[in-house]
């Protein structure tokens, strides 16, 4: 609601025409009685033009004020919505990983656009039809009470009938929509995990299984859906049976009446127009309030993410200086059942080398996320620049770091933009990142060079000319640590030895961090970790480890044989 307050001026002006609107509507069957009853059995032509006048000049003051209002509906409602999705946004950037990973991307991501349009949606109707319907109901039955009571109580009982049916059927058909959107959900998913994995399955032929998958997720959306339209099936024919036997009541104790002599036969038609007007807004209200529970509960999942609290604040940490990189007795647990890094230890200088080698699952790229703060360490010290990780600000830690991690997005853009990463890099750094990342080679074939355009996914370039822009995209930035998660994997033996060498001839001083599952990309490092199950089981440089560790011995033994 806070973010109406801006538009608080606007707004009451809208709602102010939409008054005068619903006003000069409720005044036209009056006029149409009064020229039925009055004007015509007196012959008087002048008198009818002239009210026959009054009615079109009111009819067109009111259309005139409520596409104004509705205008100016819809532009509050839009920049709400904008402000709304702006804020969200720049929250969800500010998420630790620890919270992106409680609320999970796919909602972040349906919160930001489905949810928000339902709040768009809320705001709209509301200044729409928020004072506009329940004035012409509330006016409506007013007026028919003050001239007939008799047919305003008809009116009042068919206009509680319809908007309890309504509610009814919409209250029942609700979850049943919301499980639809669920099942669609399922639907898109399929539809994602299959565009990203196309390769795969076509190599390994599971289209068919995959197509079953599809079809029994489809399936179910259809089920669900159809469940959905067979109870709001029901809405609009109770609303038509209610108008006209509504309709027949009012036309049939209208007829009593003028029998009596308690009504004259215009008024009866001036009845009929403010029952249609009546039963019309009951309608549209009854719509607002589904408009109004939706967008409540959408409001109530945004929200959740704007008052997320911040939960890595930047504390006082150790006065002493430590390490340039390290950790001092490091636990951490993501679900806080079992540790996935367990006492880890170790400390590394300015410009050395730290190897990280460990069977996929060991709590490798765990390490190096609280190394980042990316999360934050149950237990221990985890040293940065000589300092305690928690007393430096988001800005500065991360400010210190290149990284290459697995799977990382290209942009579908420039190759230059991609490794220049929206920080209008100059040109001739881009190139001498990409140099050093053994890139530069391949760049120059592309058929623009730095401006050929990459695909989504990166889909037009090999996986080693991939893994080559993200380091180019690491190294551009001129970090102070450099930070390769398997950003080898992908090349050959050679590139990956030429790419080692040109990163210590071209960046000197800068602290490695290595990790992989080849030794032979580890041998040179100053210390080697090796990780087994989220604990250091051994650490020292390769010759050492050959000589101390039996299971790193093993390990170079096996990959020496399929190296060979
Ligand atoms: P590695 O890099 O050695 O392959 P990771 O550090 O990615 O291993 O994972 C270590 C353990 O932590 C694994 O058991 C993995 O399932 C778990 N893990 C990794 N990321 C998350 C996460 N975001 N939430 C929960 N568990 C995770």
């Known amino acids: 609601m806070g973010y109406l307050r801006p538009f608080a001026r606007r707004v009451a002006a809208g709602v102010s025409i939409k008054f005068t609107a619903a006003v000069l509507e409720l005044m036209l069957p009056l006029l149409l009685a009064h ?34 209002a509705n205008r100016m509906a819809a532009w509050v409602s839009m920049e709400v919505t904008r402000r709304l999705r702006r804020d969200v946004y720049s929250r969800v950037e500010r998420l630790s990983c620890a919270q992106m990973d409680r609320f999970s991307v796919s909602s972040l991501v349906s919160r930001l656009t489905n949810d928000t349009y339902h709040v768009h949606q809320m705001f709209d109707k509301v200044q729409r039809g928020g004072i506009r319907a329940p004035m012409l109901v509330l006016g409506g039955l007013v007026l028919t009470f003050l001239q007939a009571p008799a047919l305003g109580a008809v009116q009042l009982a068919v206009c509680s009938l319809t908007f309890f049916a309504i509610w009814l059927v919409t209250q029942r058909g609700i979850p049943h929509y919301t499980k639809a959107q669920a099942a669609v959900d399922g639907v ?63 036309v049939a104790v209208g007829a009593v009446l003028v029998d009596r002599g308690q009504l004259d036969a215009g008024r009866i038609v001036a009845f009929l127009s403010y029952f249609a007007l009546i039963q019309t807004a009951t309608l549209g209200m009854a719509k607002l309030f589904v408009k109004i529970s939706k967008g409540a509960a959408s409001a109530r999942r945004i929200e959740e993410i704007l008052l997320a609290p911040q939960d890595q604040t930047v504390k006082p940490g150790r006065a002493v200086s430590g390490p340039e990189l390290g950790m001092e007795g490091v636990s951490f647990s993501y679900l806080g059942v079992e540790k996935d890094l367990d006492g880890a230890s170790f400390t590394l200088d300015r410009g050395e080398t730290l ?31 000589g300092q305690d990780a928690v007393s430096q600000s988001r800005e500065d830690l991360r400010g210190r770091f290149g990284v290459v991690f697995q799977n990382e997005a290209l942009l579908n853009d420039s190759v230059y933009e991609n490794i220049s990463f929206l920080r209008g890099l100059p040109r001739e750094d881009v190139i001498a990142a990409a140099k050093t990342a053994q890139a530069w080679e391949f760049i120059e074939n592309l058929p623009e060079g730095l401006d050929t355009r990459v695909d989504i996914r990166g889909a037009n370039l090999s996986g080693g000319q991939r893994q080559r822009l993200l380091i180019a995209r690491a190294l551009a930035g001129k970090p102070r640590v450099l930070v390769l998660d398997s950003a080898d994997s992908a090349l050959d033996y050679r590139t990956a030895a030429a790419l080692r060498a040109a990163i210590r001839r071209d960046c000197p001083g800068v602290t490695l961090v290595v990790i992989s599952e080849r030794i032979a990309s580890l041998k040179e490092a100053d210390r080697i970790l090796v990780l087994e199950e989220g604990r250091i089981t051994a650490q020292g440089r390769h010759e050492e480890l050959l000589a101390s560790s039996p299971r790193y011995r093993s390990m170079e033994k096996l990959q020496m044989e399929d190296g060979a």
């Open 188 to 250: 898109v998913r399929i539809i994602r995990e299959n565009a990203s994995g196309v390769r795969v399955i076509k190599a390994l032929a599971c289209q068919g299984r995959e197509r079953s998958r599809f079809e029994a997720a489809n399936g179910q959306a259809r089920r669900t859906e159809e469940t959905a339209a067979h109870v709001m099936a029901a809405a609009n024919p109770i609303t038509d049976l209610l108008l006209n036997s509504g309709l027949v009541l009012v």
């Open 35 to 68: 020229i039925i009853d009055d004007c015509v059995p007196s012959r008087d032509a002048a008198a009818i033009w002239r009210a026959g006048g009054l009615m079109m000049a009111m009819a067109f003051g009111a259309f005139f004020c409520n596409v104004t």
């Open 355 to 385: 190897g990280i080698l460990g069977p996929t699952g060991s709590g490798k790229t765990t390490l190096v996320s609280l190394l980042l703060r990316l999360y934050d360490a149950g237990e221990g010290v985890v040293w940065v620049g």
